[in-house]
């Protein structure tokens, strides 16, 4: 059954602790996407990596890391620097040739308090 | 800059009418043009798509029709049902990229 899992679900954090949220995919895709979700701000993207052991920010970098260890996972850590954590995180893959279609996880939904 | 502005940011229809979202871009390089669903609590996932060799394209209840000259197009979604209640993305790629650019996203309600 291939897809994107996204862990966990909800996630509660206390203001100035770094939280990493994770995300793994076995569609063998060598595109993975993190985007954030605000009521009325539609799908930003925070980092993308097109191959393994490479990244780049997206529009909305500043606070957040990644790594790209394994084709098949691509965790994002908020950190303490991240002024707004609290939000709707996606994850998405893409394979790089024909559709383009992003196929995305079921979410992460951070709250810090 | 929002690339790719998408309207009305909220809609509400009847069950059994037509909702019409509508999305226009600036960036002439831009080639394939999706939409995605969305359902409360989950993630989008990939409705319907066109590229601007066609006029139209159309699956089931849903219509993406696609005016190349205004630079527009729009979604259609024909004998709209409660189940159809979701936020919808419009978004655009360009052939050098496989990054979309995503509209804002309109938030759909459909009443029985």
């Known amino acids: 059954d291939g897809g994107i899992t996204q862990s966990p679900k909800y996630l509660f954090r206390k203001e100035g602790q770094n939280v990493t949220l994770s995300c793994e995919q076995n569609?063998?895709?060598?595109?993975m996407y993190w985007y954030r979700q605000d009521p009325g701000q539609g799908l930003r993207l925070i980092y993308y990596?097109?191959?393994?052991?490479?990244?780049q920010k997206g529009d909305i970098a500043e606070g957040y890391s990644v790594s790209r260890e394994k084709k098949e996972s691509f965790p994002l850590t908020v950190t303490s620097a991240q002024k707004n954590p609290t939000a709707f995180y996606l994850c998405?893959?893409?394979?790089?040739?024909?559709?383009?279609?992003?196929?995305f996880g079921p979410g992460t939904r951070l709250t810090v308090t | 800059q929002q690339q790719v502005k998408q309207s009305p940011q909220s809609l509400i229809v009847q069950k059994g009418g037509i909702s019409i979202i509508n999305c226009a871009y600036e960036?002439?390089?831009?080639?394939?043009f999706p939409w995605y669903q969305q359902f409360p609590g989950k993630g989008p996932a990939l409705l319907i798509a066109?590229?601007?060799?066609?006029s139209e394209k159309k699956e089931g209840r849903f219509t993406i029709s696609f005016n190349k000259s205004a630079k527009q197009f729009s979604l259609h979604i024909m004998d709209s049902q409660p189940g159809d209640s979701a936020t919808y993305f419009c978004?655009?790629?360009?052939?050098?990229?496989?990054?979309?650019?995503f509209g804002r996203g309109t938030s759909l309600i459909v009443h029985p």
């Open positions: 998405a893959s893409s394979d790089r040739t024909g559709s383009h279609e992003q196929y």
């Open positions: 569609l063998n895709h060598d595109a």
């Open positions: 990596s097109q191959i393994v052991n490479d990244f």
């Open positions: 960036n002439t390089a831009f080639d394939y």
């Open positions: 066109i590229r601007p060799d066609v």
């Open positions: 978004a655009a790629l360009s052939g050098g990229s496989y990054i979309p650019t």
